[in-house]
T-cell receptor
Framework: KAGVTQTPRYLIKTRGQQVTLSCSPI?????VSWYQQTPGQGLQFLFE???????NKGNFPGRFSGRQFSNSRSEMNVSTLELGDSALYLC????????????FGPGTRLTVL | QKEVEQDPGPLSVPEGAIVSLNCTYS??????FMWYRQYSRKGPELLMYTYSSGNKEDGRFTAQVDKSSKYISLFIRDSQPSDSATYLC????????????FGKGTTLSVSS
C-alpha cells in the first residue's frame, strides 16, 4: 500500500507571497492532519480535516488554512508568508477513529526569503 | 510549562547498549501514547503505540506508560548504528482530540 505523499518536497518563496502544499493520504484513510516542524518549536499541530470538514485546529494565525477534497486529498495554504514560516510541513493520515495512529508523509520543506 | 517535556539530548551510546528515552506530560486527559523515529530530512515513522498505562514490546523496542506519574519511556535493546535518529514522543486524547502533541525529540547517536 502506498504511503502518504506530499508535493512539492521543497519550496522557496519570498516574504508576502502565498503558498499551497498538497497531501495525498494512504488509500482508505479519511483524515488528514497537518503539522509544522521547526527547530525551535518542534512539531506543532496545525489542523485536521475529515470528510472535507475541518474537525480540529491548532493555535496558528488565520494565514494558515486548508481544505480537503472528496477523495480525501488535502491542501494547505499559507498567505502573506513571513520569514518565521520557514519550516518542514508534515501531513499525516489516519482512519480518523479516536486514538488512531497517524502515518506521516516525507514533508514539504518551505524556505521563506 | 509545556504540555510534553522531552530531553533533547544529544544522547551518544556504543553499539549494543540499552537506550532509555523518556517524556513527561502535564495533561492527565491524554490516553494515547506514541513514539516516532525521524531520520534526517524524513517524515516521522511510527515505532510504538500504547493505549493508557502499561507496557508494550516489539522486537528490540519496549514502550512503557505510567499515567499516575505522567511519564512514558521507550527502551531500545542491543542498539544499532541504524537506530541513530531523533525520537519523538507524542500523545493525544482529552481536549486535544485527535491532534498529536509532541515532545521536542531526543537525538540519539549509536556508534559502532
Amino acid at each position: 500500500k502506498a504511503g502518504v505523499t506530499q508535493t512539492p518536497r521543497y519550496l522557496i518563496k519570498t516574504r508576502g507571497q502565498q503558498v499551497t502544499l498538497s497531501c495525498s493520504p494512504i488509500s482508505g484513510h479519511r483524515s488528514v492532519s497537518w503539522y509544522q516542524q521547526t527547530p525551535g518549536q518542534g512539531l506543532q499541530f496545525l489542523f485536521e480535516y475529515f470528510s472535507e470538514t475541518q474537525r480540529n485546529k491548532g493555535n496558528f494565525p488565520g494565514r494558515f488554512s486548508g481544505r480537503q477534497f472528496s477523495n480525501s486529498r488535502s491542501e494547505m495554504n499559507v498567505s502573506t508568508l513571513e520569514l518565521g514560516d520557514s519550516a518542514l510541513y508534515l501531513c499525516a493520515s489516519s482512519m480518523a477513529l479516536a486514538g488512531d495512529t497517524q502515518y506521516f508523509g516525507p514533508g514539504t520543506r518551505l524556505t521563506v526569503l | 510549562q509545556k504540555e510534553v517535556e522531552q530531553d533533547p539530548g544529544p544522547l551518544s551510546v556504543p553499539e549494543g547498549a540499552i537506550v532509555s528515552l523518556n517524556c513527561t506530560y502535564s495533561n492527565s486527559a491524554f490516553q494515547y501514547f506514541m513514539w516516532y523515529r525521524q531520520y534526517s530530512r524524513k517524515g516521522p515513522e511510527l515505532l510504538m503505540y500504547t493505549y493508557s498505562s502499561g507496557n508494550k514490546e516489539d522486537g528490540r523496542f519496549t514502550a512503557q506508560v505510567d499515567k499516575s506519574s505522567k511519564y512514558i519511556s521507550l527502551f531500545i535493546r542491543d542498539s544499532q548504528p541504524s537506530d541513530s535518529a531523533t525520537y519523538l514522543c507524542a500523545m493525544s486524547g482529552g481536549q486535544a482530540g485527535t491532534a498529536l502533541i509532541f515532545g521536542k525529540g531526543t537525538t540519539l547517536s549509536v556508534s559502532s
